[in-house]
């Protein structure tokens, strides 16, 4: 039988994994769409079109979110469910489940291996959200899944397997990037790194696109939930929402759920129509550097009153993509007041397999590192 090891952080902007120290990622958009045929189409590498078992098709990945930007106007009561917790219990949610784990198995060379694949799985949730909806994640990935999918420029595959309910678990994706920073890849303590646990406390900020976790870990490695928060205020998504905000009144149909997608395109600059009767173009990508700056800002000063000035912790670990942009301006701040440096103010690594990969992929290494010494 062959053993397949997933670890899946279904962020918000995107969708990270790690298959058997195989790491890799897609834009978590997912539209439900009318089309029935899977064939008619320019294909292209990063097409993702999902076909349920009664024949409902759904757009993937950046093909979704093409869709969500062509159809920006009647898109908007849709995303806005998707983009909040609502989207842990949608049928959306189960469709970007199902497309992870289908190029988990097509990324390690499983695919004709279905039949007798014993996969275990580990989903990462945002610590306050954890308990709220372990049981539904598990109970979404466990049993039998039947479903077509069409990635790139491949053909329609079927895929058919089967997850068992104790192979599938959850876990905070704080405690998710403490696991990658500090365990080997067996899922051990890596001794290089236990200070953080033992030398504490450590503070872990965790930056996300919607939430900004801080998980207070005290000397020893217990986690101290009576200063733990996952912050809604100051994650990218708050830094989008200025975005749309500051270019309202010259492009009022953008939305922030859009922002990531056109900062994506044509180097970030989109066109608007001046009161003169101009085509002018606006640079989407410096008022997004100004934005970042502001939460960050404000992001400084809520952790301030918090906690106390951060004066009770040894150490700061801060990890995720907003957590990483950040960073920089956090780290200033502090080093100028005197508080921390370079060796106790850190950003996480994202290591495995001998390889270094970005900083998004912090969780779903931590979570894979989890899942291999609970598997």
Do not use: W
């Not at 950040?326 to 370079?342: A, D, I, P, S, T």
């Not at 990969?357 to 931590?366: C, D, K, L, Q």
């Amino acid at each position: 039988m062959e053993q397949l090891y997933i670890a899946i952080d279904p962020g918000f902007d995107s969708m990270k994994i790690v298959a058997n120290r195989e790491a890799f990622k897609f834009p978590f958009n997912v539209v439900e769409t009318d089309e029935r045929r899977m064939q008619d189409y320019a294909l292209r590498s990063d097409f993702l079109m999902y076909k349920g078992r009664l024949g409902t098709t759904y757009r993937v990945g950046q093909y979704a979110r093409e869709l969500v930007f062509e159809n920006k106007q009647q898109a908007e009561d849709k995303m806005a469910g998707f983009y909040d917790e609502e989207r842990f219990v949608s049928e959306e949610f189960s469709v970007g489940l199902d497309t992870a784990i289908a190029l988990a198995i097509d990324k390690v060379g499983l695919y004709t291996n279905q039949d007798d694949l014993d996969i275990h799985l580990i989903v990462a949730l945002p610590h306050a959200l954890r308990d709220k909806f372990a049981s539904t994640i598990i109970g979404r990935a466990t049993g039998e899944h039947s479903f077509s999918l069409r990635a790139g420029t491949d053909i329609e595959k079927a895929y058919h397997f089967t997850i068992k309910s104790n192979q599938v678990k959850t876990v905070s994706q704080t405690i998710a990037a403490i696991l990658g920073e500090t365990s080997n890849e067996s899922g051990n303590v890596d001794a290089r790194k236990a200070f953080y646990l033992t030398q504490g406390p450590t503070l872990v900020l965790d930056g996300g696109y919607y939430t900004f976790g801080m998980v207070a870990v005290s000397r020893g490695g217990t986690v101290d939930n009576s200063k733990t928060e996952s912050d809604t205020l100051h994650a990218m998504k708050n830094v989008n929402m200025k975005i749309a905000d500051a270019i309202r009144e010259v492009r009022p149909d953008v939305q922030h759920y859009i922002i990531e997608y056109l900062l994506s395109k044509n180097e970030g600059m989109i066109r608007y129509i001046s009161k003169d009767g101009k085509a002018e173009t606006i640079d989407l990508k410096k008022i997004k550097k100004h934005m970042v700056r502001e939460v960050c800002t404000d992001f400084i000063q809520y952790l301030n009153v918090k906690y106390n000035n951060l004066l009770d912790f040894s150490y700061v670990l801060v990890t995720g993509g907003t957590g990483a942009s950040y960073f920089r301006q956090m780290l200033n701040y502090y080093k100028e007041l005197g508080l921390f440096n370079e060796d106790n103010f850190l950003l996480t690594s994202s290591e495995l397999g001998g390889k270094h990969y970005p900083i998004e992929y912090a969780i779903a290494i931590g979570a894979y590192k989890g899942l291999k010494a609970t598997g």
